[in-house]
């Protein structure tokens, strides 16, 4: 059986969709943030790191998203949800789910805690908006004239990749670019989505900014 430690308004709800994409069987556990947003302090007798998601699965026990949807899409994905890795788009796969949390989420991070805490400072805000135009002409780029991001078919990387793009239009970056927020459109429409949300219960990321 899998455990999902989820918390409102965070990216367990990637873990719950990859799970419902895959039909596997799995309970949550929920946690609210609390007013500061943090998570609740309960969530550290988990996972020393106590943040979101934490998983509970085959024994172990897995933080950090990228790595929780890798290993259930390697183990227990039955081929499913990425391409073959001996395919050309496999390389380009694992690319954009380490970018997902990577470069995409340094970025996407940088710029809550500036509009937070009410940074005003010309450097930073010339560097952040520099950031903000490359990245999002890249996943752009990436998408131009395409239905997902890698290959012909969906997988575990537009899900992955998806959350970055719901907290950019939570904090309102990509109002200007359709193909994005088409893209988090049709995602937001497969049934898989659906019944996370259903599952997970109310998920705004607007609640998460300043
Ligand atoms: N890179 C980590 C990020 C984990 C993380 O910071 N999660 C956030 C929610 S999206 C969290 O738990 N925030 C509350 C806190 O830091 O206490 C991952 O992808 O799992």
């Given at each position: 059986?899998?455990?999902?430690?989820?918390?409102?308004?965070?990216?367990?709800?990637?873990?719950?969709?990859?799970?419902?994409?895959?039909?596997?069987?799995?309970?949550?556990?929920?946690?609210?943030?609390?007013?500061?947003?943090?998570?609740?302090?309960?969530?550290?007798?988990?996972?020393?790191?106590?943040?979101?998601?934490?998983?509970?699965?085959?024994?172990?026990?897995?933080?950090?998203?990228?790595?929780?949807?890798?290993?259930?899409?390697?183990?227990?994905?039955?081929?499913?949800?990425?391409?073959?890795?001996?395919?050309?788009?496999?390389?380009?796969?694992?690319?954009?789910?380490?970018?997902?949390?990577?470069?995409?989420?340094?970025?996407?991070?940088?710029?809550?805690?500036?509009?937070?805490?009410?940074?005003?400072?010309?450097?930073?805000?010339?560097?952040?908006?520099?950031?903000?135009?490359?990245?999002?002409?890249?996943?752009?780029?990436?998408?131009?004239?395409?239905?997902?991001?890698?290959?012909?078919?969906?997988?575990?990387?537009?899900?992955?990749?998806?959350?970055?793009?719901?907290?950019?239009?939570?904090?309102?970056?990509?109002?200007?670019?359709?193909?994005?927020?088409?893209?988090?459109?049709?995602?937001?429409?497969?049934?898989?989505?659906?019944?996370?949300?259903?599952?997970?219960?109310?998920f705004d990321l607007r609640a998460n900014r300043a």
């Open positions: 059986m899998i455990t999902v430690h989820h918390l409102n308004n965070s990216k367990s709800q990637r873990i719950l969709w990859l799970l419902e994409e895959l039909g596997l069987a799995y309970t949550i556990r929920h946690y609210q943030r609390q007013p500061s947003l943090m998570a609740p302090p309960e969530m550290k007798s988990v996972h020393p790191l106590g943040k979101s998601p934490i998983v509970e699965i085959d024994g172990r026990v897995m933080a950090e998203s990228g790595a929780i949807v890798d290993y259930v899409v390697q183990r227990h994905g039955g081929g499913r949800l990425r391409p073959d890795p001996d395919s050309g788009s496999y390389a380009a796969y694992l690319e954009l789910l380490h970018y997902a949390e990577g470069s995409a989420n340094t970025m996407l991070l940088l710029n809550m805690v500036i509009s937070k805490f009410q940074v005003d400072n010309p450097v930073i805000d010339g560097y952040l908006a520099s950031q903000i135009t490359l990245h999002f002409n890249y996943l752009e780029g990436l998408l131009n004239g395409r239905t997902y991001f890698v290959g012909d078919d969906f997988t575990a990387a537009d899900l992955h990749i998806t959350f970055n793009l719901q907290m950019a239009q939570a904090s309102r970056l990509i109002e200007d670019r359709p193909a994005l927020l088409d893209f988090i459109g049709r995602m937001e429409r497969r049934p898989a989505y659906k019944r996370a949300m259903e599952k997970g219960g109310a």
